[in-house]
């Protein structure tokens, strides 16, 4: 006859097994949560939001090596992505997708060019770009390289982004930024 398991134990198994899936399985491949620390994505983003970040919509990194899951979908421009600062690899960042590998990037009159062609999409063309920072020069024109992107801010008077420090290689990608959660009168689908 099987002994039947205590009601605590049964309830501390389940504990366990919870917090295996949610630091094993769910975090550093499924979806992060993120607080946003800045207003440099204002006003798509706001300081104090909490977001959550797809991982494995890019092919999620598996942790400790230089692998990565294969991709659901190519990274493209507007999307608004987390990665780790090339700067500092103890932060993570959030911006706005820009430029992909092998576009000419250039912003001019406060607004961006991509292989010449001024970027019309509401996202970008309702914005002003600033031209601050050592990457972006009036008319200066930047080559994205070979496994690299460049990022900008929303709010491109308040944020250092690619302009400041150049390029986000691709194995900094951390995920896309799906939702805000928090604050309640603030839930909704990041675009």
């Keep these: 006859m099987a002994k039947k398991k205590s009601a605590l134990r049964e309830w501390i198994e389940a504990a366990i097994f919870a917090a295996f899936l ?12 993120f607080k946003i620390p800045t207003g440099s994505m204002r006003p798509t983003l706001l300081e104090g939001d909490l977001i959550l970040v797809n991982k494995f919509i890019y092919g999620a990194k598996i942790p400790f090596t230089s692998f990565r899951l294969p ?9 608004v992505i987390v990665f780790i600062y090339p700067e500092d690899k103890k932060k993570d960042f959030i911006k706005r997708m820009v430029g992909l590998p092998g576009d000419v990037v250039e912003i001019k009159s406060g607004t961006i060019y ?23 020069n009036e008319g200066q024109k930047l080559i994205v390289p070979a496994n690299s992107y460049f990022v900008l801010g929303d709010n491109s008077g308040s944020s250092k982004d690619s302009r400041y420090w150049g390029f986000v290689p691709k194995d900094n990608i951390l995920g896309e930024a799906m939702v805000i959660y928090w604050p309640p009168q603030r839930i909704r689908i990041i675009k």
Excluded: W
Excluded at 22 to 33: L, S
Excluded at 119 to 134: I, K, M, T, W
């Design 114 to 136: 991509i292989n010449d062609n001024p970027l019309l999409d509401p996202v970008f063309n309702q914005r002003y770009y600033y031209n601050r920072g050592d990457f972006t």
């Design 22 to 33: 949610a630091f094993c399985i769910i975090r550093p491949f499924i979806v992060q949560a």
């Design 71 to 79: 991709a659901v979908k190519e990274i493209k421009r507007g999307d």
